[in-house]
């Protein structure tokens, strides 16, 4: 069986132009749904919830809006984390114009500074339209869905883009706003390249170890199979660390003083871009490196269909992976389904050698 230079195994050519030509459709398909939800004659925007974390798909997920904004012509006026947000400085950065929210899987209580964030923000800005990219919905607490129900009830202009169709009929069933469903965001990256040279060897168990995870991945284990998660190399936690030195200056002193702040914006953002292309590029680094994935983490098979890596995706703790593969990524040639470890192990074996 022939290998491509990212260390995909491909059963032939055409499994590989039908993968890339569903990879440019859901590219498209991701540009075309934000472009038709903007305001007509938009030319900038803010961004908010900028991934100040090392999860990699959330980097994925805010380059891929990134790349969608540059292809649609709007410029990015203003951006913030979760701890940076001030209401002030946005308005003053961008007086008139669209809020955006980064999607991803936190539309919740599961994650509950995202979603402070996201109900902040909406009280902040009644006046704007708010658009929440492509997400997925989690709520374990009534309460906290309360909430998030009356907040976006009472905000005028409100568009809730889901990126499955659990969460479309969640939505539909609970929110009284706009619901527009849509690829995630990561998608608009379009194809990759390895970011190194590298042998591949092996099969990779790329596996959650935190709420969302489930379990029935822990079985895929043996010869040949290395297990692991998300996770940063020395250098590139150097080269991450140091990029994330300006958002932190800002918080402590930058923020405090308009004029210098507003000098160090350009290099405020120049930052974040760069602790994202880190993450990402490290992320796919660690893919690249084996013959086959198996993964319970909805970007790792986002990155594996980008990378060209033949992989198995189990589902998560919410349905977020499987309502994926279901609406958007079943179709491709090198992404299958497990519902258990012996599935995933008929899979895989094969490349452990």
């Keep these: 069986m022939p290998e491509d230079g990212t260390g ?13 030509s569903l990879i440019e459709r859901l590219a498209t398909q991701t540009v075309t749904a934000l472009g038709e939800l903007l305001p007509p004659g938009t030319t900038s925007v803010a961004l908010l ?4 974390h090392r999860n990699s798909g959330d980097s994925a997920i805010w380059l891929g809006v990134r790349r969608t904004l540059e292809r649609l012509g709007v410029r990015v006026a203003y951006v913030s984390d979760t701890a940076r947000y ?18 991803g899987g936190n539309f919740g209580d599961l994650w509950p500074g995202h979603q402070e964030l996201r ?7 009644p006046d704007r339209t708010v658009i929440q990219l492509p997400q997925s919905i989690a709520f374990r607490d009534d309460r906290a869905l309360d909430e998030a129900r009356r907040v976006t009830a009472e905000h005028p202009d409100f568009v809730f883009m889901v990126r499955e169709r659990r969460s479309l009929a969640f939505a ?8 527009v469903l849509a690829p995630d965001s990561a998608f608009a990256n379009g194809p990759l390249s390895p970011p190194r040279p590298v042998r591949p060897e092996g099969v990779l ?11 029935l ?6 010869p040949g199979i290395r297990r692991a998660d998300w996770v940063m190399p020395r250098v590139p936690e150097l080269r991450w660390k140091a990029a994330r030195g300006l958002p932190k200056a800002e918080r402590h002193l930058l923020g405090r003083h308009g004029v210098a702040y507003r000098a160090a914006r350009p290099a405020l953002y120049a930052a974040y871009e760069s602790m994202a292309r880190v993450s990402v590029e490290t992320a796919t680094g660690l893919l690249c490196t084996a013959r086959y994935v198996v993964t319970d983490r909805l970007h790792a098979h986002v990155l594996c269909l ?33 519902t258990s470890a012996d599935e995933a192990l008929a899979h895989c074996s094969r490349y452990a050698s």
């Design 8 to 20: 995909g195994p491909y059963a032939s050519e055409s499994a590989a132009e039908r993968t890339g």
């Design 306 to 338: 980008l990378l060209g890596i033949r992989h198995t995706v189990f589902d998560n703790s919410y349905g977020k992976v499987g309502g994926t593969y279901e609406a958007w990524t079943s179709g491709s040639d090198i992404a299958r389904w497990a």
């Design 86 to 103: 001030r209401p002030d400085r946005l308005r003053e950065a961008l007086p008139v114009g669209p809020i955006l929210l980064l999607g």
């Design 172 to 179: 539909q069933e609970n929110f009284d706003v706009r619901v």
């Design 205 to 215: 168990c790329l596996a959650r170890d935190d709420v969302e995870g489930t379990g």
């Design 119 to 125: 109900v902040q923000v909406l009280r902040d800005f």
């Design 217 to 222: 991945i822990n079985g895929v284990v043996g």
């Design 49 to 52: 919830d900028f991934p100040y």
